[in-house]
């Protein structure tokens, strides 16, 4: 080999990747969220299940999201190689290559998929492949990087795991599920909002037209209120079903009364006092925002467990 070919043929790239990396491609925080909120969808739903189909079902689901997790690290790892928040993933660190990350995210889906239609119902595994369709490829490849109202439309993929618990059991879409649904889609966009008002940077360097990149901070502080504002009487509403009870009504009227609150503190905020005080309040708006959730869904778990009494 010449010398100028030695210099210019590229070494070839090692990659050190344990299980923890091939773990960490399927969002392991987000699955959490995801399993839960499933969980009580087919925990809530009439009729119950036995517990074999029930842990069946959850697993599925769950490895149904993992592959969602992987599809979207595989697609977005140039921007993810650029945002402070995302470096450390596993394709972006040179971890894991990008061509493996998207066959594990592949075969997930499938196996995914087809086992929960086996194991409960086709009902259930059709909503489990449109969610894995939606994140992988209408939000990963289409919104997050074309529309400042990315998480708006795209925050549906988050929304459909209670559907599919509930589905699991019952082979249907109700009311109540349709609201569980509709109380995840609409505390997404506060929820990643909060988040971008103190992430701002990260989305400008991987040039992802989120609101504060594209409207300014202050339109974007203007539409977590409004959102928060349409967002209680949907978690509201779901009191007037079958699957709440006291315990979520008095659940739901504080934690939105205190959402509430601090969609209105981060609103009236002006950009030099947050920038003072480090964002202070709108991180703290964010942490609350993923408590604000949990407790919803375990609330609606409670008053099952208290009608079983």
């Given at each position: 080999?010449?010398?100028?070919?030695?210099?210019?043929?590229?070494?070839?790239?090692?990659?050190?990747?344990?299980?923890?990396?091939?773990?960490?491609?399927?969002?392991?925080?987000?699955?959490?969220?995801?399993?839960?909120?499933?969980?009580?969808?087919?925990?809530?739903?009439?009729?119950?299940?036995?517990?074999?189909?029930?842990?069946?079902?959850?697993?599925?689901?769950?490895?149904?999201?993992?592959?969602?997790?992987?599809?979207?690290?595989?697609?977005?790892?140039?921007?993810?190689?650029?945002?402070?928040?995302?470096?450390k993933r596993p394709v972006p660190a040179g971890k894991v290559p990008a061509g493996e990350a998207l066959t594990l995210g592949l075969w997930l889906s499938a196996l995914s998929v087809v086992m929960l239609g086996l194991a409960t119902n086709w009902v259930a595994a059709a909503l489990l492949a449109f969610t894995i369709f939606f994140y992988a490829?209408?939000?990963?490849?289409?919104?997050?990087?074309?529309?400042?109202?990315?998480?708006?439309?795209?925050?549906?993929?988050?929304?459909?795991?209670?559907?599919?618990?509930?589905?699991?059991?019952?082979?249907?879409?109700?009311?109540?599920?349709?609201?569980?649904?509709?109380?995840?889609?609409?505390?997404?966009?506060?929820?990643?909002?909060?988040?971008?008002?103190?992430?701002?940077?990260?989305?400008?360097?991987?040039?992802?037209?989120?609101?504060?990149?594209?409207?300014?901070?202050?339109?974007?502080?203007?539409?977590?209120?409004?959102?928060?504002?349409?967002?209680?009487?949907?978690?509201?509403?779901?009191?007037?079903?079958?699957?709440?009870?006291?315990?979520?009504?008095?659940?739901?009227?504080?934690?939105?009364?205190?959402?509430?609150?601090?969609?209105?503190?981060?609103?009236?905020?002006?950009?030099?006092?947050?920038?003072?005080?480090?964002?202070?309040?709108?991180?703290?708006?964010?942490?609350?925002?993923?408590?604000?959730?949990?407790?919803?869904?375990?609330?609606?778990?409670?008053?099952?467990?208290?009608?079983?009494?």
């Open positions: 080999m010449s010398d100028f070919a030695a210099q210019t043929t590229p070494e070839p790239r090692e990659y050190d990747a344990g299980f923890g990396d091939y773990f960490a491609l399927l969002k392991p925080r987000v699955m959490s969220l995801v399993v839960f909120t499933a969980l009580v969808g087919l925990l809530v739903a009439p009729g119950g299940t036995s517990p074999m189909i029930g842990f069946t079902a959850i697993l599925f689901i769950a490895l149904g999201a993992g592959a969602s997790g992987a599809l979207n690290m595989w697609y977005d790892a140039d921007i993810d190689s650029v945002m402070k928040r995302t470096a490829v209408v939000y990963s490849m289409w919104l997050k990087r074309s529309t400042p109202w990315n998480i708006v439309i795209g925050g549906a993929a988050g929304s459909f795991p209670p559907m599919i618990g509930w589905a699991a059991v019952t082979g249907d879409i109700s009311i109540a599920s349709v609201l569980m649904f509709g109380l995840v889609f609409m505390w997404t966009p506060p929820h990643f909002w909060a988040l971008a008002l103190f992430m701002k940077g990260d989305y400008h360097k991987a040039n992802v037209p989120m609101l504060t990149v594209t409207h300014g901070r202050r339109e974007t502080r203007r539409q977590i209120l409004i959102y928060t504002v349409l967002l209680v009487p949907v978690a509201l509403g779901l009191v007037l079903t079958d699957v709440a009870g006291p315990i979520y009504l008095v659940t739901a009227v504080v934690l939105n009364a205190l959402f509430l609150k601090g969609a209105y503190d981060i609103w009236k905020r002006e950009e030099a006092q947050a920038e003072a005080d480090n964002y202070a309040v709108e991180r703290r708006v964010f942490k609350f925002s993923l408590l604000y959730l949990f407790l919803h869904f375990g609330a609606l778990l409670l008053d099952a467990l208290w009608r079983l009494i």
